[in-house]
């Protein structure tokens, strides 16, 4: 409306505008309340206890960038209506309501999760990952060669391997050493791999582990199920869940002592010093508050628990 037109205006639209201002004041005052408690309800920055650690930029954004391989139960999967579940999204949780964000994990396979972080498709990795020097470092485990640049790990729990057999078919498999001249199916890129890569070096006799690497822990599970394999081995946490849920309890079974027991960390680029700090902060005030025990006792590793959060405490 020009200053001409608005000049000739009458008292009454006056008044029916002034009403009218009122009332639109009104709805973006109803509005701004209404955002304010949907974000202090989630734990938003501006109400957060740790939130001023983070880094400008995710705390503007308000979301944290998970890459992680979510076929992991109970460290992280999807459940029947296909909802990303486990420890690590609980753990992940607890800690966004310390920073004030939400953590979004960002289905990927585990042997790409950190190429994803070193090209920032990801601000971290959360997936059940063992701290190790290789990963710190970025060294391939195979060949002692540099392979990228490393990470720096927040440390959130403990865990070993597992070897599992069919149920009532262990073939006599008890310890690693008893595994040459089987067939082994682990996930690709994990502990269990090194590991099974390591010990068949060891075999004599020319009976080496046959070892048969997947994209996620599910597949190997199958391929155990149908015979495929003598044995599968991962994280004790997992394989003592598959052994519990897989055909009702029917499926699997441990067999052996869980060995290598080493710390899961959250992965941060080592560039990224603040955020990797917010994060150790985070889930120090989670374990303090209680809540760490109940996540873990939820999901069956409260053997696990750690006192505080080391940052690359791996060996």
Avoid at 222 to 244: M, N, Q
Avoid at 292 to 314: F, H, M, R, T
Wanted: aromatic fraction near 6%.
């Amino acid at each position: 409306m020009t200053a001409r037109s608005t000049r000739r205006t009458t008292a009454a639209h006056n008044r029916l505008a002034a009403v009218g201002a009122i009332a639109v004041a009104g709805a973006l005052l109803l509005t701004g309340c209404g955002d304010q408690t949907k974000k202090n309800d989630s734990g938003s920055a501006s109400t957060a206890p740790l939130a001023s650690k983070l880094p400008k930029a995710i705390r503007s954004a308000g979301v944290v960038k998970v890459g992680s391989d979510i076929a992991y139960a109970p460290v992280e999967f999807k459940d029947s209506s296909g909802k990303v579940v486990g420890l690590d999204p609980d753990l992940a949780a607890a800690m966004g309501k310390q920073l004030g964000v939400t953590f979004q994990f960002e289905n990927g396979t585990f042997d790409g999760l950190l190429t994803g972080l070193r090209s920032n498709r990801y601000d971290i990795a959360m997936s059940a990952m063992t701290d190790n020097k290789n990963r710190q470092n970025g060294v391939d485990p195979d060949t002692g060669k540099k392979v990228g640049e490393g990470v720096d790990f927040v440390d959130y729990l403990t865990a070993g391997v597992s070897i599992y057999t069919r149920k009532g078919d262990t073939g006599s498999i008890a310890t690693w050493s008893d595994l040459c001249g089987k067939k082994l199916a682990v996930e690709r890129g994990t502990v269990s791999e090194d590991l099974a890569k390591s010990e068949t070096k060891k075999c004599t006799g020319g009976k080496k582990i046959t070892i048969e690497a997947f994209d996620d822990d599910q597949q190997a599970q199958t391929r155990l199920r149908s015979k495929g394999a003598d044995a599968a081995s991962s994280d004790f946490p997992v394989a003592a869940y598959a052994v519990k849920t897989s055909g009702g309890g029917k499926d699997f079974q441990i067999v052996g002592d869980q060995v290598e027991a080493a710390p899961y960390g959250i992965a941060v680029a080592k560039s990224d010093t603040q955020l990797r700090d917010a994060l150790q902060a985070a889930v120090d005030a989670v374990i303090k508050s209680g809540e760490y025990e109940k996540i873990l006792e939820k999901w069956g590793a409260q053997d696990g628990a750690v006192k505080s959060a080391a940052v690359n405490g791996g060996k």
